[in-house]
């Protein structure tokens, strides 16, 4: 696009922000209302301030291209604006449309203002163009998003799927649910450690029942746990050891023979009161 076509483009469009404005909000807010994930007010202030930043940065720019300095403005909004709706809960395609249904509106503006089929033309695919990358970049801001946000809770579910409990004085249980693989192993071994410094236990059960399979790396996984905790001066008692489980030990060759094992958590509860000289005793019946 020349000059002399922006220059009507800005004259066609700046006079007419507020009926631009109107007729976007008339046709995009029932679309993003729809879900009832933000309210009406935060929407049109959306609609409101995009507008006001895309029109000003289009009377400043010398092209209509996204990547160019003067566009950052415009940039930042959207991408401020497509986080806040991937934390919101909105689709990648919901927060693009907030830019693509700008498209109708502008177009609407332009039949009225460009008589000449070929300056028609040319103003419409210019303008579609750039709408057409900044509704990509929404799109790829989103998805940056929404994986930090993923990664981010999968962090978190690590940290709450492996809890270490005090079960007495100088005991410590760390029961394992699911999936052991390295990332997790790395949080259980932080975990316990972490207790271990915190408490001064010199026992640790942990108990692997809920762990559904225990292959070659597992094992591997439990080894460097076990090893970590005796480098702490603490030692360790694997309970959860089920008929299946330690066939499939035998099996891969795996040396467990300097860990205490048992097979419920009970039993390795017993055993760590014993080492520590403590014991529970039945009350006696009442006559």
């Not at 998805?143 to 981010?152: C, F, N, P, V």
């Not at 760390?174 to 790395?186: F, V």
């Not at 309970?239 to 891969?252: E, K, Y």
């Not at 060759?253 to 097979?263: E, F, I």
Request: proline share 5%; with cysteine; charged share 20%.
């Amino acid at each position: 696009m020349n000059t002399p076509e922006r220059a009507r483009l800005e004259d066609v469009l700046n006079p007419h922000r507020d009926a631009l404005l109107a007729d976007w909000v008339r046709l995009h807010l029932p679309i993003a209302l729809r879900r009832g994930l933000a309210m009406e007010a935060e929407i049109r202030e959306q609609f409101s301030t995009f507008l006001k930043v895309f029109l000003d940065t289009l009377a400043k720019s010398d092209a209509l291209d996204v990547n160019r300095p003067e566009w950052e403005p415009v940039r930042a909004f959207l991408a401020d604006m497509s986080a806040h709706r991937a934390r919101q809960g909105f689709t990648p395609a919901e927060t693009a449309t907030f830019v693509f249904s700008l498209k109708q509106p502008l177009y609407a503006r332009l039949r009225e203002s460009f008589v000449n089929p070929a300056e028609l033309a040319e103003v419409s695919w210019s303008i579609n163009l750039l709408i057409d990358e900044l509704g990509l970049y929404t799109t790829e801001v989103f998805q940056k998003s929404r994986e930090a946000i993923i990664a981010r809770q999968q962090e978190e579910l690590l940290e709450l799927s492996t809890p270490v409990v005090q079960l007495w004085e100088g005991i410590l249980a760390l029961p394992l649910i699911g999936t052991l693989d390295s990332a997790r192993t790395q949080v259980v071994m932080e975990s316990l450690l972490q207790k271990i410094v915190d408490t001064g236990a010199g026992l640790a059960i942990i108990d692997i029942t809920g762990v559904p399979t225990v292959d070659t790396l597992v094992a591997q996984h439990l080894l460097k746990t076990v090893a970590a905790a005796r480098l702490m001066g603490a030692d360790c008692i694997i309970s959860g050891i089920r008929p299946q489980i330690a066939q499939t030990i035998v099996h891969l060759g795996v040396d467990l023979t300097n860990v205490t094992t048992k097979s419920t958590l009970a039993d390795a509860f017993v055993i760590a009161l014993q080492r520590t000289g403590s014991s529970i005793i039945k009350p006696k019946a009442a006559a």
